[in-house]
């Protein structure tokens, strides 16, 4: 029997199983796909917010600027690339500056510090690609960028070193309460009997409590749509640019990467289908004019992608954060919107003292391991590191992906990791191969090769992202075979 089930494996999930994993507990983690951070996670804007926008009291604004000030130390910890490179917030008319104001009072009663409006001169001086019509800008020097699902991988990855297991392909089908902190979570996978639930489920997380008789609540989607530029022009904003917010959203920012890229987005749009993560041209046009107003000369034409991401609406419109009233054992962790990147790291400390308030004995291991095992990046690495490394291991000298100098070392790292690669997306996300200018067009075969011959599978067998994203359909001597069969038949 478990101590705990976790369901869901978002950054949200990801954090608490690896907070957890510091006590003498077992904890299981299910997901429903194939790789770790397949959600929300995957698909945001990846800022580590100051904390200024939230509204004061609510969980939303507390555990914002907790988590911010974790970031630092954590994603050394983990050896995950961190800029603290701040987030202004731009106004571009006298409304605006006025709106500056209020926005400089709900930080400082959120405890963001330090945060100032700037006039027009010192702005332009600091971002001289903005619309000259900018007049001042809420200055956030804590805010910062992370890639999001390194993030959620590593978190994965040093949680299971620190014996967290993980149930990928294994969907939720049913919650079984068999009395006060005792569950049976079935999933096709197998059956996990459990003494506590942890519901991170994200845009599923109300289908989850209402499958274990626990709090009602709803999740509604919210579509936001992005752009991302080739790398070329990553150098024309330094720092996260938003405009003033509205009720409903941060607005469509342009921001840099972790990674040397600047993208544009997102939109707001609340939705009805948790799976719709598809682009539209309304929606590339509404995130070009709302980037256009904060740098009007954008490279329109050296777009290397689009994409869109789903937000965990709930219908309080703040985290849910709370041992249930009903079900004895059960944790919901809902409606992890914006800034949940940001909280997700405050919410596990919070998860990790509900779980105690409830009478889980928490006691600490000896043999807690907070790093994870060493990962290179050969894209990062001067001539004299990347020939040391090519010596040590040949696989350092075959360049996979040229775009983003990914190597057949990095690839093989990936899927043989805890927590490992087993896709073509997966490989993408732990090692960047196929995100570049060609978008995988010439790395993904050689991908799907290693891949083949890591897992010892088929190659028929390798996806894109999971079950029925097969890369191949088929030998080419069997469909010649067979239209030659089909051709003397006749």
């Not at 997306?425 to 090692?431: P, S």
């Amino acid at each position: 029997m478990e101590d705990i089930v976790i369901i869901g494996a978002g950054v949200t999930g990801c954090s608490i199983a690896r907070e957890l994993s510091r006590y003498d507990i077992n904890i299981t983690l299910v997901e429903k796909e194939e790789d770790v951070a397949c959600g929300t996670s995957k698909a945001n804007s990846a800022v580590v917010h100051a904390g200024f926008d939230a509204t004061p009291g609510t969980w939303k604004a507390k555990l914002n600027v907790a988590g911010n000030k974790l970031y630092p130390a954590l994603c050394e910890e983990l050896d995950v690339p961190f800029k603290m490179n701040g987030s202004l917030v731009v106004a571009v008319n006298e409304e605006e500056v006025n709106a500056l104001d209020e926005l400089l009072k709900k930080g400082k009663m959120n405890g963001v510090n330090p945060l100032r409006i700037i006039g027009k001169d010192e702005l332009h001086a600091l971002e001289p690609n903005l619309n000259p019509d900018a007049r001042a800008a809420l200055d956030a020097p804590t805010g910062g960028l992370v890639c999001p699902y390194e993030l959620t991988i590593a978190l994965a990855e040093n949680a299971n070193q620190n014996g967290v297991k993980f149930w990928l392909n294994a969907p939720v089908t049913d919650i079984e309460v068999m009395g006060d902190y005792c569950f049976l979570v079935k999933t096709p996978k197998g059956n996990i009997k459990t003494k506590y639930v942890i519901n991170a489920a994200g845009l599923f997380a109300d289908e989850i409590s209402k499958m274990a008789g626990a709090e009602e609540y709803t999740i509604t989607p919210r579509k936001g749509e992005y752009l991302i530029f080739d790398k070329q022009f990553g150098n024309m904003v330094k720092k996260a640019i938003f405009p003033t917010p509205t009720k409903i959203s941060k607005g469509i920012l342009v921001c840099p990467t972790v990674d040397g890229n600047i993208f544009i987005g997102p939109n707001s749009n609340d939705i009805e289908d948790k799976y719709d993560t598809s682009v539209n041209a309304a929606g590339i046009e509404e995130i070009i004019t709302g980037g256009r107003k904060l740098v009007p000369n954008l490279p329109l034409k050296n777009v290397i992608t689009s994409f869109a991401g789903l937000r965990a609406v709930s219908n309080t419109n703040d985290f849910i954060i709370e041992a249930s009233k009903l079900v004895k054992g059960f944790i919901n962790v809902g409606g992890i919107q914006s800034p949940g990147l940001t909280s997700a790291p405050a919410i596990a400390l919070m998860v990790k003292d509900i779980l105690q308030d409830a009478g889980l004995d928490l006691k600490k291991k000896k043999d807690f391991i907070p790093h994870r095992p060493k990962k290179y990046r050969f894209r990062e690495l001067g001539s004299e590191e990347r020939r040391k490394l090519i010596e040590q291991n040949s696989a350092f000298g075959h360049v996979i992906c040229r775009c983003e100098t990914v190597t057949e070392a990095e690839i093989i790292d990936a899927i043989r990791r805890p927590v490992g690669a087993r896709s073509i997306d997966a490989v993408k996300r732990r090692t960047r191969a196929g995100m570049g200018r060609c978008q995988g067009g010439f790395c993904s075969p050689r991908v799907l090769e290693i891949l083949t011959k890591e897992l010892g599978a088929d190659p028929l067998e390798i996806t894109k992202k999971g079950p029925g994203s097969n890369m191949l359909v088929g030998r080419i001597k069997e469909f010649l075979q067979d239209e030659g069969g089909d051709q003397n038949d006749n």
